[in-house]
């Protein structure tokens, strides 16, 4: 199985079937709110 993790707070962001154990870097709700707000 493969995880999502959020590459600024490190928190598990989902799950998804792989036949390799992975791990993706994504963003979490969270911290995708947060940088839009320090974008502006
Ligand atoms: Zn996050």
Redesign the pocket.
């Known amino acids: 199985m493969g995880t999502i993790i959020?590459q600024?707070?490190t928190?598990t962001i989902d799950h998804f079937e792989n036949e390799k154990v992975s791990t993706l870097y994504g963003?979490?709700t969270?911290?995708d709110k947060k940088q839009k707000k320090a974008y502006k």
């Open positions: 959020c600024i707070c928190n963003q979490c969270c911290c």
